[in-house]
């Protein structure tokens, strides 16, 4: 067989999962903490802030902030730092924004609010590693309110950071959650696993990934290239037929490998002959004719191969190759009368043919027609060097037999 790509498609390193990121929003209102009583200097300074920002004054903003932190270095409330990281992020400095939400993580590791936003802006500071942590972390204590929560965006930084193995750990953990996964989960996990060149846990997600969704050619075509890999050339052979069943292919090598499957290693060649049709279906080259001719012929269906060659001759009827094909073709099928008319046809387009007329002998050497058959090998003779001795051995026969009758004939 030729041989089948390694992986039916490419895979990407980094590849971005289709989700949104969590925005970095500042409530007005306070988040769990604010419910705590804050001092009257803290109090001042947001309102003096808040008042600062309100005039769209953002360096009075920051100064009031400041010189609070320096007054008041302890006991800082959340909220302070959140103000100052919201005019961070409205000059869209999200490093120092960052910077203020790592504190406030500091001070309340397990606040959702400020988890969310912290790993969000570690995630759009490029800080990739370290913001798939924070994403699984906020996944075990954040109220789940989508399927996965906070775990695709985890996968997805591990994959910007070139972290496989986890990258593969969480995926397996999303295509396990009850109900039906999303399919983008699924093909990056599948992926990975090509990337790795762990074709078994390839195989194994593949098949899972198709029993929820099953019209997918493409990975009906990824799962018979696995089992190819495998020698499993029957089921390979079933899951290519399924591909090609969900989704016509457009390129005409998909039909010829899973006919070559079919001819070559499982054995079946009438289903081979079908796929080679489709393959070469619209197309007038002899070439086709030929292939598609010698895939019924392995199956013993010489009728069946003599058609094909007879509309390939109507489309090329100058060609001595499909004409000769033909001729060997009737003498396989011991249809030799047949055989000689179409190889006369063949040298009539191929007048050197040493093939031709050595084949054209044989079928008439068969049926008796000793005249026909001394011509031919004669010619064969004169143009091939390689049938020359055959020839010569076959022809001196054919001239004793006239000698006979000759003399039979004198008396």
């Not at 899972?208 to 089992?227: G, M, T």
Request: aromatic share 10%; net charge negative; with cysteine.
């Amino acid at each position: 067989m030729s041989q089948i790509p390694k992986h039916i498609f490419a895979v990407t390193v980094i590849i971005v999962l289709v989700m949104g990121f969590i925005p970095v929003s500042i409530a007005k209102e306070s988040g769990s903490k604010e419910k705590e009583k804050l001092s009257t200097a803290a109090r001042l300074a947001i309102y003096k802030a808040q008042a600062a920002l309100s005039q769209e004054k953002q360096d009075d903003a920051l100064n009031v902030l400041n010189e609070y932190l320096e007054e008041a270095p302890e006991d800082v409330p959340l909220r302070v730092y959140e103000l100052i990281a919201h005019i961070w992020l409205e000059r869209k400095d999200l490093k120092k924004a960052w910077e203020n939400y790592k504190i406030m993580h500091d001070m309340e590791p397990d606040d959702p609010r400020v988890l969310k936003n912290y790993a969000s802006l570690t995630y759009q500071t490029e800080q990739f590693k370290e913001a798939a942590v924070l994403f699984e972390q906020l996944y075990i204590i954040e109220e789940k309110t989508k399927p996965g929560g906070s775990l695709p965006l985890a996968a997805n930084s591990y994959m910007l950071a070139e972290d496989l193995d986890n990258a593969k750990r969480v995926l397996e953990k999303l295509v396990a959650l009850p109900g039906s996964p999303e399919s983008q989960w699924y093909e990056v996990l599948i992926n990975i696993c090509i990337e790795k060149e762990q074709d078994k846990d390839a195989e194994k997600y593949t098949l899972d990934f198709l029993r929820v969704y099953p019209l997918q050619a493409k990975y009906w075509k990824l799962l018979s290239n696995l089992r190819m890999k495998k020698e499993e050339w029957k089921t390979a052979a079933s899951d290519l037929e399924i591909s090609h069943r969900v989704e016509i292919p457009e390129r005409q090598k998909d039909w010829l490998v899973l006919g070559e499957l079919y001819v070559r290693a499982v054995n079946a060649p009438l289903m081979g002959a079908r796929c080679y049709k489709e393959a070469y279906r619209g197309d007038s080259d002899e070439k086709g004719y030929l292939d598609i001719s010698r895939i019924y012929q392995r199956g013993y269906r010489y009728d069946e191969a003599v058609k094909v060659l007879d509309e390939g001759i109507m489309k090329n009827q100058k060609s001595s190759t499909l004409l000769f094909e033909k001729g060997r073709v009737l003498y396989e099928a011991r249809r030799y009368k047949e055989s000689v008319e179409a190889l006369k046809d063949c040298v009539k387009a191929a007048p050197e043919s040493g093939d031709a007329y050595f084949q054209m002998g044989l079928s008439a050497w068969t049926i008796k027609d000793w005249d026909t058959a001394r011509t031919a090998f004669v010619k064969a003779e004169q143009l091939s060097e390689k049938y020359r001795v055959q020839c010569s051995s076959v022809i001196s026969i054919l001239d004793e037999l006239n000698e006979e009758k000759a003399e039979v004939g004198s008396d």
